[in-house]
């Protein structure tokens, strides 16, 4: 089971979960021993346990007694994932992702070229000296942290692009439900809109959201032939061929 973003976020608010959390990816812990690092009852480490298990960030094995008695139930964590949430004005982005599976040489397709040297030193060894892997830690942060700074710029300059065509479509559009869709489509430029989906949260019928797409291509094909210098020979309002927006 893969946690959604709003499981996730939902799971992930209470702080003794994050903290149990933290001692799980370091090593399988048993509730007792939890119990006294997150210094909790039992009883509440096994109900933020029940959560995690329900929401799918934890396992759990039954492991026998090495002193004779019950056997005791082992949690660990195995689920790998990311969540990102950017907001400011202009600006709204929430995404779970899946971190991908696989060792280093798997890996190596999607690494940038800085990362392959690591690839490298690593090979197939199933184990790394801790002065070894301090070292390709240190290494593999400062990439990170480089990444994260280019990131930060990257959904900057989205923000900024975000808030000017925003006076744009405000300026342009006067009905709500057209700005709306306007916004989602901007949103998601490279996703398919679903228009049911879309008229459902807005509570208007499918074909009138069809209309508005259709209005809005049209506006968009205009704006890029005007763009282009091309000459458009049409009243206001009459639809455009595909072809117009053609060099």
């Not at 690839?119 to 990170?144: F, K, S, Y």
């Not at 405000?170 to 809109?193: C, G, H, K, S």
Request: proline share 6%; glycine share 4%.
């Amino acid at each position: 089971m893969v946690a959604d973003f709003n499981t996730a976020l939902s799971v992930l608010e209470n702080a003794t979960r994050r903290t149990i959390l933290e001692h799980l990816v370091r090593e399988p812990h048993y509730p007792l021993q939890l119990s006294e690092l997150v210094v909790v009852t039992q009883q509440a480490v096994m109900k933020h346990l029940k959560v995690l298990l329900a929401a799918g960030f934890v396992t759990c094995e039954t492991v026998p007694s090495e002193k004779g008695g019950p056997p005791k139930k082992l949690y660990s964590v195995q689920q790998s994932f990311s969540l990102r949430l950017d907001l400011g004005p202009d600006l709204f982005r929430c995404e779970h992702r899946l971190l991908p599976m696989g060792g280093p040489v798997r890996l190596s397709s999607r690494l940038p070229k800085e990362a392959l040297s690591i690839v490298e030193t690593m090979g197939t060894r199933r184990r790394l000296p801790m002065a070894e892997a301090m070292g390709l830690l240190e290494d593999l942060t400062a990439q990170l942290e480089s990444l994260d700074s280019q990131r930060d710029a990257l959904i900057a300059l989205h923000q900024q692009v975000m808030s000017k065509v925003s006076k744009t479509v405000d300026d342009d559009i006067v009905e709500y439900n057209e700005r709306q869709l306007a916004f989602a489509l901007l949103e998601a430029p490279t996703r398919p809109l679903d228009l049911d989906q879309f008229s459902r949260d807005m509570r208007i019928q499918t074909t009138d959201a069809e209309e508005m797409m259709d209005t809005l291509r049209t506006m968009m094909m205009r704006e890029v032939g005007v763009r282009r210098g091309h000459v458009i020979a049409a009243r206001e309002g009459v639809p455009l061929p595909w072809w117009v927006i053609l060099d």
